[in-house]
């Protein structure tokens, strides 16, 4: 069994920056490639960032590009999330995803797809204040 433990959310003011982190636990393995996404005003998870495994790299969406960057640690197959320049409307709860089967790369590039990974974390709410 895997389990993503994320940690690292709080309440910055804006302009300010906080870095998530996303450890994975479990079986050893070594992963395709680690995502995060923020739950957005629809309730439905919105891709923010992602790293590929494989060769270092990394994909945003472009509300964050220049802003937010992907970092990894590979001994601990950790996944950080560093948050600059951050604005209200990165108000969010933000969670990271692990692609083990190879997903993402189906086809093309599917970072950005929810589907494309088989495990979640718990969520790590970002409060961003005026």
């Known amino acids: 069994q895997v389990q993503l433990v994320e940690s690292g959310g709080g309440l910055v003011q804006a302009g300010g920056s906080l870095r998530l982190s996303c450890t994975a636990r479990g079986r050893t393995f070594k992963p395709y490639a680690m995502g995060w996404f923020r739950r957005g005003p629809g309730k439905e998870r919105q891709f923010v960032g992602a790293?590929?495994?494989?060769?270092?790299?990394?994909y945003y969406t472009d509300s964050v590009k220049g802003r937010f960057t992907c970092s990894r640690d590979n001994a601990e197959t950790t996944v950080y999330l560093h948050m600059d320049s951050l604005k209200p409307e990165d108000t969010d709860v933000y969670y990271c995803a692990l692609d083990l089967r190879g997903a993402t790369s189906y086809g093309g590039s599917l970072y950005h797809q929810t589907g494309a990974y088989e495990y979640w974390g718990q969520g790590t709410q970002v409060t961003v204040s005026s």
């Open positions: 790293l590929d495994w494989n060769d270092g790299t990394t």
